[in-house]
């Protein structure tokens, strides 16, 4: 039996709670992303996926529970906006008591959570799509006081495999256009510091704030120099914009796209037509038996998702170590579960992955006080002293309407490249 729904996505808010089929308690995380706003279609994503990964855990573990309780979340949105986000958590934190949020999905987000909220409050916060260096030197700093942790890769390897990967399809020569905020500052200086020292030449940089009507003016200034083509760091809704106006000023169709542009939506709206010479990175994945039950279950239970969505993947490995840590813990407090997160996702162990059946052994070995390894959708994940993990980035176009990958980039084979580039 899945989760029973008591308010809508559109609602903006909503309670996914776990159905009454075994007694005892209902352990409740929160969960703070966007649902609207420019990363809207993200959060939704990602909710979706955190349905799963608690249906599955609780089907897994039967009248025992996890924890002698059944998993379920409080789903806040954050509007793609940090203050939001802010009162949303603080919300979930001082009223609802959470140990754990799930969230956000972008950075300008998650950064003023776990500097207002979950990091003074000591309330584990898990990330599936927050990328900014910044979290990075926050955590090195003391800011997180240990209580972040994402699963996906930080911008300063993800720039500078954008930059290779440019190079690599003849892209020496490019205008870039980028959101104005945490996300966007980050990965643009990443990438430049690598593209420039590869040979490329950027012809300017314009910023853009989020959510305007029009982004003529932009476009226009990216245009000078006759550019042939553009890096566009942004969202779907906004890129969707900003590649239409780009096209219609006489911009040449040829785009270098971030990782939340690699979108359905952002293809349908722009025209198949103008993105047959569009390039892209995202995060990438090792196949796993945890990615093909992902692949067959998330689609039909999504709303209109497919499993290569943004934050869809990392969302359900979020969730499911979240819901393993608290199994491991044995208690539905934070500081037990923080700990627990490294050991259910540790080097040693037996290996399980993401299935009513993996589950169900998972569930089994850490009762017996046996270690696990889960090896995720998006493959092995381990955490850092600061909550970060590696891995490798996929390369991807598209063509006639369709993501096509065409290949990976090994972590080794980016921080190759680092190891080239003149010190900062």
């Known amino acids: 039996m899945s989760i029973t729904r008591r308010a809508t996505l559109g609602a903006g808010l909503g309670i996914l709670a776990a159905p009454a ?8 995380v929160g969960m ?30 039967g009248s025992a529970g996890i924890a002698g309780g059944r998993l379920a979340f409080d789903l806040r949105d954050a509007q793609s906006q940090g203050s939001v986000a802010v009162d949303q958590a603080r919300q979930l934190v001082d009223l609802r008591r959470v140990p754990a949020i799930i969230g956000g999905i972008i950075s300008s987000v998650s950064i003023p959570i776990v500097t207002s909220v979950t990091g003074p409050a000591g309330v584990v916060q898990i990330s599936p799509a927050s990328s900014s260096p910044t979290l990075t030197r926050m955590a090195v700093e003391g800011q997180t006081r240990g209580w972040f942790f994402r699963t996906i890769t930080s911008d300063a390897l993800q720039g500078t495999a954008a930059a290779k990967y440019a190079m690599d399809q003849g892209l020496r020569r490019l205008a870039i256009i980028h959101v104005n ?31 305007q009507a029009s982004y003529a003016p932009e476009v226009t200034r990216a245009l000078a120099g006759d550019p042939p083509a553009l890096y566009l760091v ?3 809704g906004d890129g969707t914009t900003i590649a239409r106006t780009w096209i219609q000023q006489g911009g040449t169709p040829t785009f270098l796209l971030n990782d939340g542009m690699n979108s359905a939506d952002f293809i349908r709206d722009v025209g198949p037509r103008f993105l047959n010479n569009a390039f892209g990175t995202s995060s990438g994945t090792v196949t796993t038996p945890s990615t093909e039950f992902f692949g067959r279950a998330y689609p039909p239970m999504s709303g209109g998702f497919g499993a290569g969505a943004p934050a869809a993947d990392r969302a359900f490995d979020a969730a499911a170590i979240l819901g393993l840590a608290v199994a491991k813990a044995g208690r539905f407090e934070a500081a037990p579960i923080r700990d627990a997160i490294r050991e259910v996702t540790g080097a040693e162990g037996e290996v399980v992955h993401a299935s009513p059946e993996g589950f169900r052994r998972a569930l089994e070995l850490l009762r017996s006080g046996q270690k696990i390894r889960y090896v995720g959708v998006i493959g092995p994940v381990t955490f850092d002293q600061n909550g970060d993990i590696t891995g490798p980035f996929r390369k991807w176009r598209i063509q006639n309407g369709e993501i096509t990958t065409v290949g990976q980039m090994t972590t080794e084979e980016v921080q190759a490249v680092q190891r080239q580039l003149p010190p900062r």
């Open 21 to 28: 089929l075994a007694q005892g308690a209902t352990h409740t």
């Open 32 to 61: 703070v992303v966007s649902l609207t706003g420019p990363a809207g279609r993200f959060g939704q994503a990602a909710a979706k996926s955190v349905e799963l990964a608690f249906n599955t855990l609780n089907e897994a573990a």
């Open 181 to 211: 905020n945490d996300f966007g500052v980050n990965m643009v200086n990443e990438f430049r510091r690598a593209y420039v020292a590869l040979g490329g030449q950027i012809t300017s940089t314009t910023p853009y704030n989020q959510g």
């Open 234 to 236: 942004s969202y779907p």
